[in-house]
């Protein structure tokens, strides 16, 4: 695998997740009061919002950067509050975060289609181009 020690960085990744969530929980802890042990329940699809709207790929890999999902955070907070300003209903806030999440998801798919095929394209005519000049 390249020289990388994979279990090492799993180990590495569980360790920093682990310490992230325990962080999360601390502040969500401070924030509110206390917690029970269905507290955050229902913050997932809110996360994967985030870091979709930042232009982290769905399908993950190489792509995926820590700034994107910096940059994800303020779209996902601006939404949020100006469907507060507008006096939004909690489960219509839900429905909202669900299309824009069903929006995302499939621009994420027709633009990586789009940009495969662009490429495609591109090679083609380079090919062209070289055995024009070969022949």
Do not use: W
């Not at 009061?33 to 229902?42: H, L, N, V």
């Not at 809110?46 to 232009?55: D, E, H, Q, R």
């Amino acid at each position: 695998m390249s020289g990388i020690p994979v279990k090492k960085v799993k180990a590495a990744a569980y360790i920093l997740s682990g310490l992230f969530a325990g962080l999360a929980a601390l502040f969500m802890c401070s924030r509110q009061g206390g917690i029970t042990s269905d507290t955050g329940s229902g913050f997932e699809m809110t996360v994967m919002l985030g870091m979709f709207l930042g232009g982290i790929p769905v399908e993950g890999g190489m792509e995926t950067k820590l700034f994107k999902t910096i940059i994800g955070l303020p779209c996902l907070i601006i939404i949020q509050s100006g469907l507060t300003i507008l006096g939004v209903d909690a489960g219509i806030y839900q429905f909202v975060e669900a299309v824009i999440l069903l929006i995302v998801i499939i621009m994420t798919h027709f633009l990586k289609n789009y940009t495969k095929q662009r490429d495609e394209k591109i090679m083609a005519q380079v090919l062209l181009e070289e055995e024009a000049k070969q022949a």
